[in-house]
């Protein structure tokens, strides 16, 4: 399971269980789910660091392949990667 899953199914899950725990006290209900909100986000902050610092090293990780696959394909269409050319066969003389 991706790290992005892990921690917007926690990030739900403390929502719910704010909302539960704050289901049973007599107030608005929208004053109760803007509660839980606010609640949950501050619980998240401290109890789900992990997955939101593994979430954030794997968009990093992605980020960086895109960025490398994009220069690489730059490059090819500039003509400047001769390897490309080459790997695949199709270069003709």
Known sequence: ???AVKYTLGR??????VLAALWF???NMFLRLMLA??????LSFFLLKG???E???EMAEASERR???KERLRSALAGDDQSTED???DRRS
């Open 1 to 3: 399971m991706s790290a």
């Open 12 to 17: 739900i899950g403390l929502f719910v269980g």
């Open 25 to 27: 006290v007599e107030m």
């Open 37 to 42: 909100l606010v609640f949950s986000a501050a």
């Open 51 to 53: 997955w939101r610092d």
């Open 55 to 57: 979430m954030a090293g």
């Open 67 to 69: 960025r490398a696959e």
């Open 87 to 89: 790997e695949s066969g």
